[in-house]
C-alpha cells in the first residue's frame, strides 16, 4: 500500500490506476475530472453514483462524524 501524506498533488493525473477501497480523508478537491468505471462512491458521507444521491449513512451518523 502507497501512503501520501501532506502532499502537493496539484495537476496529478492518475492513468489506468486501480483505486480500489482507496480512501482520501481530509483532502481540498477543486476542478476534479472523474472518468472511468465508478461504483460506491461516497462523497462526505453520501453516495453519489447510481441513480440519485443518497446518505450513505444515517444523517445522526454523518453529524457525530463531522
Known amino acids: ?3 501520501f501524506e501532506d502532499q502537493d498533488l496539484t495537476d496529478a493525473e492518475f492513468r489506468e490506476c486501480d483505486l480500489t477501497r482507496a480512501r482520501l480523508t481530509g483532502v ?7 472518468d472511468g468505471l465508478v461504483s460506491n462512491l461516497v ?8 441513480g440519485r444521491a443518497r446518505p450513505a449513512v444515517s444523517s445522526s451518523v454523518a453529524d457525530a462524524l463531522r
Open 1 to 3: 500500500m502507497v501512503s
Open 43 to 50: 462523497v462526505n458521507g453520501v453516495e453519489v453514483t447510481g
Open 28 to 34: 481540498v478537491m477543486r476542478d476534479v475530472v472523474v
